[in-house]
């Protein structure tokens, strides 16, 4: 049997010769390398230039609004319910004010899945618009400790110079003001990550109680805030390039009908620069394109791509090249949106956002997700009661001839509010008590567990086993019914 040479140099589960030395990087290749790093591998720090424009200000206008709703809403209650909780601890998660419970895992799954597919479908029709506009690790990022380290160092050229410089007294301040105010910044963002996790309440308890009281507590406190510090001090973009999976999923997720950040090669190339005597109407005739290869798009990019390039995974699609080049554009006299949303057909083709069966594929599993959804919603009762045989018991026969069961009954009130609970044995005809009682009522988000004890004439029995209905109710409205067995003697 004949093997072609280069499949006998292979080992034999397909994997390279460790022998066979590494692909040398292209330098030249920008999708070879990546632009924070250099040949020695080492970390390039980005010094983004100041940007202005009309996507900056409508993205600080929504930064503002994301910011408060960030933090205003550990504090914002719904029926006495928080907005938004994920008591991983209690395992109890509250999301616009409703609460769920373990036991209601499957709306949970479900609404993650409806989440993921409404993810794949926003970003296969948009982009990475959530990375621009709404990520907090933006939002925070670039419009809160950019802003403050602008203010303190001055822009990109004044950091760069200030990073070089000795340590004099005057940077020694403004290094320790910058980091002293990221740090108490980051300490603040930590806790209010913490209270959608414990709530404002218990968080509040933690800081006022001695602390010997709440070790844990202080712990992730204390963790939360130096990861914030870490993040926005000196991980920065590297957390979208390296950490963020939904950068990684980009390029499964668009294709050329999606509306990205796009540089309009057609209309740019080939770019120039544009002399002070040259008109830019003329510059067609000498073969040059609208760009003047200021590079203006690359010093505010705070990931350091070019997006002239094309498509890249570090493109957080922040706009800040739109800004940047329009502002050139409106100096040259040309028309703005050189650097524009558009898809890559958009731009070689002239198409418009078109609604692609691939998009439709997407939509319809998002409206059937939604669908299930919302009938698991609505179908989902104030209170869960579950009913078990007690463990080990049999029945017992009273002296009047009647046959009793016992069964453990567990009530979750899902609601903010104290529930009175029914319970009716529905069928056969019998009696049926909770711990003597008939109806209990059940604490506010609390479980509750009793013994129930249903009594059947002998005449209601099957031999052996009898299937058992009991009917929950509360306020006089059914709310579900649950099934059992009652265990009796054998004819
Ligand atoms: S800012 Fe505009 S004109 Fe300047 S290099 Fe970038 S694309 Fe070209
Ligand atoms: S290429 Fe433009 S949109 Fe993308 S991250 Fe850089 S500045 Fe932002």
Redesign the pocket.
Known sequence: MNTPKNQASQPPNGTPDAGTPAKAVDWSNFRDHISTADRTGKRQWIYPRKVTGRFFRWRTWFSWLLLAIMFAGPFITINGNPLLMMNIVERKFVVLGQIFWPQDMIIFAVAVLLCLVSVVVFTTAFGRLWCGWACPQTVMMEMVFRKIEYAIEGDAASQRELNKAPWTTLKVVKKALKHGIFFGLSFVVGNVLLSYIIGWRDLYQIIIDPPAKHLVGLAFMTGFSLLFYGIFARFREQACTFVCPYGRLQSLLIDDNTIIVA?DHKR?EN?GPIHRSEKFSSRRQTGLG?????????TVCPTGID??NGVQMECVQCTA?ID??D???DK?GAPRG??RYASVNGIEKGQHLRFTPRLAAYTVVLLALATVLGLMLFMRSDVEATVLRAPGSLFQQMPDGHFSNLYTVRLVNKTSREMPVELRLESPAGTLAIMGQTAVAVPAQKLLENSVLIELEPSAMKSGTTPVLIGVYSNGKKLETLKTAFIGPRN
């Open positions: 540089y740019g770019r609208d760009c003047i290869a200021c590079n203006r798009c690359v997006i002239r090249c940047a080049c502002h050139v554009m040259v050189l650097i």
